[in-house]
């Protein structure tokens, strides 16, 4: 086993008298490669969560989204994944290159099913995989620790109506977020970006920003 419980866990485990089914999941569920059925589950994705720590010990999740297959498995043990243009902070892959330590879960909302990722993550910038993501600022591998099938009762029946609209295509571009034409923000955008402002539209205030934000468009 690998000692996945501390004496909190065996406390509420003890509680509920589930010991018995939580040394299963660790020493019979929980595996370190991935099954052909959970690699083509994973490949079928268009989005996941992420779970990292930043180095004072505060937790965050993010949601990560991209074409059908934008997270691939490359070995036994191992995926990888683009990074897209977000808002700046940097907050999740910053906390990924400082504590290593990553969660990752898989999610089919049309037909309730899981799949939950531990493992040690790093930023790549191999040029050869680089390119095969059109849009992408730099890779993220996962070197996997454990994964497992998580029960799927809890998951509420979700059908997708279209891809997102701010997908890179396959020259890499993407419109601009509405964020960016908000006029608090010129001053901090970088030179593309705000070159990039007039063609969209122009600057506007908080207000029409609001307004896109209900259409969806923010």
Known sequence: MANWYGSAHRALQDEFDTRRLADLMEGGVMHAEFAPHEVDFIQSRDMFFLATMDPSGRPTVSYKGGATGFVRVVGPSALIFPWYDGNGMFYSAGNLVETA????????????????VQGAAAISRDPALLATYPGAQFLVSVAVESLWVNCPR??????KMA??????NSAGDAPLPGWKRLDLAQEALTPKDRAAVDAAGGVIDLDA??????????
């Open 101 to 116: 330590n990553v969660g990752l879960l898989f999610i089919d909302f049309l037909r309730p099913n899981r799949l939950r």
């Open 154 to 159: 809890y998951i509420h029946s979700y059908q």
């Open 163 to 168: 891809d997102s609209k701010y997908l890179p």
């Open 209 to 218: 920003y609001g307004d896109l934000v209900a259409k969806g468009e923010g």
